[in-house]
């Protein structure tokens, strides 16, 4: 770990809001909120390939729709089946 990383954890402050990280939240298998990503780079109602920091990000599933896309989030809705990291 960086010295930076480490006086921010001594800090308390969230690693995400400092190294720039991506973060996941799921509601469910229904909804995916990501933050922190850099780029689309595939998108079908089947599978949804991100990229963030340091690689990939890649979900599976059914009837997939982006909900929400801007400022380096995205929202996406269907039915989740996986989410990969690569």
Do not use: W
């Not at 595939?42 to 997939?64: A, P, W």
């Not at 929400?68 to 089946?81: A, P």
Request: glycine share 8%.
């Amino acid at each position: 770990m960086r010295s930076k990383e480490k006086l921010f954890e001594a800090m308390f402050i969230p690693k995400d809001a400092v190294c720039k990280e991506y973060n996941l939240t799921t509601v469910g298998n229904g909804q995916l909120f990501v933050e922190g990503v850099e780029a689309v780079k595939e998108l079908s109602d089947k599978q949804l390939k991100l990229r963030v920091r340091n690689g990939f990000i890649v979900v599976t599933g059914e009837r997939m729709h982006v909900e929400y896309y801007g400022d380096s989030e995205i929202m996406i809705r269907g039915e989740l089946k996986a989410i990969q990291l690569k």
